[in-house]
T-cell receptor
Framework: DQQVKQNSPSLSVQEGRISILNCDYT??????FLWYKKYPAEGPTFLIS?????DKNEDGRFTVFLNKSAKHLSLHIVPSQPGDSAVYFC??????????????FGKGTKLSVIP | DTAVSQTPKYLVTQMGNDKSIKCEQN?????MYWYKQDSKKFLKIMFS???????INETVPNRFSPKSPDKAHLNLHINSLELGDSAVYFC???????????????FGPGTRLTVL
């Protein structure tokens, strides 16, 4: 039962253009969403996040949009750079009881930025 | 200075063996985690410790036993290894148990376990 879905396993974009990575979720209890970036042989690194009370958060070239009614979020990277080539994981958080919160990850989307 | 470190990076072993993976964080965080990334690439939480106390224990075989000797360390011991245990195991830490702004999880580089 995939509660967080990234339906595109890969995406190729020309350098300088916009990259749009999509993520859908099913659990309406999720209240915080994050994007992580992962290079080969390294652990995921935090990129950007958004609370469920907002619909947009921007940090430099990275913007995350949240559409709660559609249970959909997206990550926009503009302009895309070759160094952005990595696997991007969408993650969502919900309270799991006993004072703990739990992150649920999608399968990731591999972004390739072509010079 | 590595924030979250794991040893070993690679581990190849035979079925039935017992092995341990060590994790250390130097960020002063209170909460540490173990995740498993299987062949389908899903990252799934296994355990979470806060101030050395177990707070999340997902449905994993009891052959997996985490141990937190102090807040900076969370080790994972696996008994009687099986072929299906082959995966990449990631350790992570965060300031505390909440998930929110300024409390993101920092991940280690991963340990690739191969069971033959």
């Amino acid at each position: 039962d995939q509660q967080v879905k990234q339906n595109s396993p890969s995406l190729s974009v020309q350098e300088g253009r916009i990259s749009i990575l999509n993520c859908d979720y099913t659990n309406s209890m999720f209240d915080y969403f994050l994007w992580y970036k992962k290079y080969p042989a390294e652990g995921p690194t935090f990129l950007i996040s958004i609370s469920s009370i907002k619909d947009k958060n921007e940090d430099g070239r990275f913007t995350v949009f949240l559409n709660k009614s559609a249970k959909h979020l997206s990550l926009h990277i503009v302009p895309s750079q070759p160094g952005d080539s990595a696997v991007y994981f969408c993650a969502a958080s919900a309270y799991s009881g006993a004072g703990s919160y739990q992150l649920t990850f999608g399968k990731g989307t591999k972004l390739s930025v072509i010079p | 200075d590595t924030a979250v470190s794991q040893t070993p990076k690679y581990l190849v072993t035979q079925m039935g063996n017992d092995k341990s993976i060590k994790c250390e964080q130097n960020l002063g965080h209170d909460t540490m985690y173990w995740y498993k990334q299987d062949s389908k690439k899903f990252l799934k939480i296994m355990f979470s410790y806060n101030n050395k106390e177990l707070i999340i224990n997902e449905t994993v075989p009891n052959r997996f036993s985490p141990k937190s000797p102090d807040k900076a360390h969370l080790n994972l011991h696996i008994n009687s290894l099986e072929l299906g245990d082959s995966a990449v195991y990631f350790c992570a830490s965060s300031q505390d148990v909440r998930v929110g702004v300024g409390n993101e999880q920092f991940f280690g580089p991963g340990t690739r376990l191969t069971v033959l």
